[in-house]
Structure formats: C-alpha cells, structure tokens
C-alpha cells in the first residue's frame, strides 16, 4: 500500500505585499477567501487602495503558473460621486467538469442621492470562457435601507449555488437563504425565526446533497444549524454555545470547531447533527482564541487557530488522529498573525495561507496586512508498490474512492487527483482524466 512521509511545512513567505493602509470597517468580516480545482488555485480578497473605499480583487495560478504578482480587481466601481466599499468575499467552485468561478461579496454600490443613507447588499458575479473574465455582475438581495452582509456560498451535488447572509433591518437581525435558478433568477427567505438574532452565518452542502446553514443566536449566545432538503427548511438545531466556529465533514461524521469563553472545542456530529463526542482542545491560558479551521488529510484532522492579545497574535496547530492530539506554534512573529485558512490541492500541496502585519514592526513600514503561506508537500515513499496511475472516471464506477481528504466520492465524469482500493486492499494514488 501507499505509505505517506510529511515533510516540515516551508517558512513563511509573502504572497502579496500592495500597499493595504489597514483601514478597516464592517464589511471586512472576511477578508479573504481560497478554493482549488484541478490545478487552479484562486483567492479572492478585500483591497484598500486608500481609506475612501476597498475592492474586491483576486489572486489566481494555474497549473502550470505561479501565483500572479499583481491582484486583479474583478469588477469597476459604478458611476458615482465617491467609490463604494466592497468586502467579505465568498468564493465557490461548481462541480461541472468545465467549472465556473462563483464570487459572492458585500458591497454599498446601490446607494444614490444624498445625504447617503449607508446599506449594503450582497452581489454576485461569474467567470465565463475562462477563469479570469467576470462580465457580469447581479444584485443578489435588492432590499433598501438594510445592510446584507457577509455572505457564505455552496455549491451542491445538482451544481445548484445557494448563499446565505446576515440581514440588519431596523431592529431586527436575520439570516437570509438566497438560490439561483437556472434562468439566473435569485429567490431570497428568511430562514430564522422572529425572536432571534442571528449573526455569523455559514453553510455546507454535505456528500448526501443536504445543505446546512449555521448561524450563532445573539440572546442565547449558542450557535444553532438548520437542514434544507428539498426545498424545506428544517430546524433550528441547538449544536453548542459559543460564536466563532467553523465546520468539515468526512464518512457521514460532522467536525464542528467552534470558541467558547475563551477556550478551543471540538464536537463529532452525525447527520442528523446528534454529538457522538465532544473534545477540549485549548483554554487560551488568560489569551484569546479566534479563527479557527480545520481539514482532513486521509485520516488526520488539522486544527488551526489563532491564541494572542490585541498587540500580539500566534498561529496554533492541532492535529487529530484517533484519540491522539498533538499541538505546536504553527506561526510565530511580531504583530499579528490571523485567519489562517488551510487548502489541500489536486496536486498534493498542502496549503495554509493566513495575515499578517509584521512588515510594519520589521521594516518600519505604514502597511498593516498582507496574505502570507506555509505550504507542505506530501509524496509517496520508496516502499510504494504502485506508483502514479491513470485511469479513466468509468473505470472507477464501481471501485471504492477517496479524495486526498480522505472522503468518499464518486467519480463520474470527474477529473483531479484520487486514492482508490483495488481488490488486494490496497491504496493506490491515481488521476481521473
């Protein structure tokens, strides 16, 4: 069988160094966001040209090129007497073999005539032809007088793209679900109840085709999920107290990462979101704890967050194996070290990009953040008994396969990098064509 040596993940290097005067608003919830298919890498990120507005612009590389030195920004700011702030990207690839690039943001370029009455709401544009072209740009929520922010998107088994966002209307607070339909048609509801205030929300589409939408309730300070299964809405589902949380899901198991007063937890769900087990990772020792993630390589789970205090801030890792956890110092510097986002490539590159502002203690510089990586790569050793295989989707119909996080998928008319179990039970790596 294939067996897999980890070399040390790279030293820091600096992916993208404009000049960000770190002026930062309520838009900026998300400053980045990162996804990978077949060789393409693209991220997608808020950019301050100066304090007046911010951009959306995207970082791309293809399989055969390196990241591009020079962000792109991915749509021009209407006509206007001042530019709009865009912010909180949301990036999502689709599942169709030719794939489109799927970029929700949060922006103020709907608002007019004066005095300005600040809204936002939440757009959407597409790449069409290829990965860098975006020509068209669609309103997603249309409503006046609120601020519709930090959207979260998904793309499920069926290709259909559904985002959800949270709303500030008057006094009310609410997570809003919205679909597009195949004639670009948005369908937008409301999708908590009136006694709650939701904020921070996020959804996944799990490998049954369920989509769950989470969202943190403010009066009760606990995070609740809901279900949407053909077409109905199910729930609300209590998963914990806490606020700032982030989800994986592997073999019809859950992995909820979430922050409670200060301290790190893990909670193992089943689909029907029951907690079969609940794990303490991290009590910050008088620190603060944020931003956490997590990702499956094969049978490993990589937890990471950041623990520090508002002068400075560490990059921690937890691996999970088992019952095993083992924790380092992932990143360590001057200032401030955040949002660490993990991406395992069809290539077999482990990334985790993440910010930083320590250019400003280290060369005295005005600039706050910029996008940092450490990258890993895991390769086979001199024991493999077979090597790189090719083979075709239909060939794999009826074999047992996993991506490199270690799922279970099936590979109709799908390409990229996967693991399958011939009849000896053994693991060989192969790519899909």
Same mark, same amino acid.
């Given at each position: ?23 930062f ?17 693209f ?20 399989? %055969?090129t ?28 689709? #599942? ?14 709907s ?13 959407? %544009? ?5 990965y ?15 601020f ?9 088994? #069926? ?22 339909n195949?004639?670009g ?36 300070? +606990? ?29 019809n ?23 079969k ?20 390589? +094969? ?13 400075? #801030? ?11 956890? +083992? +924790? ?16 395992? %490539? ?12 320590r @250019? ?15 990258? @890993?790569?895991?390769?086979?050793? %001199? ?18 396969v ?32």
């Amino acid at each position: 069988m294939i067996l897999f040596i980890f070399l040390m993940f790279s030293q820091d290097s600096l992916l993208y160094a404009s000049n960000v005067r770190g002026f930062f608003y309520l838009t900026d919830n998300k400053i980045i966001s990162i996804a990978e298919k077949n060789g393409w890498t693209f991220i997608v990120l808020t950019y301050y040209p100066h304090y007046l507005n911010s951009d959306i612009h995207y970082i791309f590389r293809s399989p %055969t090129t390196s990241f591009t030195d020079t962000p792109i920004k991915i749509i021009e700011d209407p006509p206007a007497s001042r530019p709009p702030y865009d912010g909180s990207p949301s990036l999502v690839i689709d #599942s169709s073999r030719n794939f489109k690039i799927h970029i929700f943001w949060n922006s103020e370029r709907s608002m007019s005539g004066y005095p300005y009455w600040w809204q936002t709401e939440i757009f959407y %544009t597409y790449s069409v032809g290829t990965y860098t072209n975006f020509p068209v740009i669609e309103n997603v929520s249309k409503d006046t007088n609120s601020f519709d922010l930090f959207p979260s998107a998904t793309c499920d088994l #069926s290709n259909k793209i559904y985002v959800v966002y949270w709303k500030i209307f008057m006094d009310k607070e609410s997570i809003f679900l919205a679909e597009r339909n195949n004639y670009g048609i948005w369908h937008n509801r409301k999708i908590t109840d009136e006694n709650e205030i939701a904020e921070k929300p996020l959804i996944i589409t799990l490998d049954n085709n369920d989509k769950l939408i989470f969202y943190y309730e403010v009066i009760s300070k +606990k995070i609740y999920a809901r279900k949407l299964r053909d077409n109905f809405i199910y729930g609300p589902f209590e998963i914990s107290r806490g606020y700032d949380y982030n989800i994986t899901y592997r073999n019809n198991e859950i992995y909820f990462l979430y922050i409670n007063e200060d301290s790190l937890y893990l909670k193992i769900l089943d689909y029907n979101l029951n907690t079969k087990k609940k794990i303490f990772l991290d009590d910050g020792q008088g620190l603060f704890i944020k931003n956490p993630s997590l990702i499956f390589l +094969k049978d490993t789970l990589y937890i990471f967050y950041v623990k520090g205090n508002n002068i400075h #801030s560490d990059i921690f890792l937890i691996t999970f194996k088992g019952s095993v956890l +083992k +924790k380092e110092k992932f990143v360590s510097s001057v200032g401030k070290n955040e949002n660490p986002i993990p991406l395992i %490539t069809s290539e077999g590159e482990f990334f985790v990009f993440f910010q930083s502002d320590r @250019r400003k203690y280290e060369e005295n510089l005005r600039e706050f953040n910029h996008i940092y990586f450490k990258k @890993r790569y895991f390769q086979n050793n %001199t024991k493999m008994k077979n090597y790189l295989t090719f083979i075709s989707p239909k060939d794999l119909e009826k074999k047992k396969v996993f991506d490199l996080s270690g799922r279970k998928v099936k590979l109709i008319s799908k390409r990229g990098v996967f693991f399958i179990k011939n009849k000896m039970g053994e693991t060989l790596k192969c790519i899909s064509f």
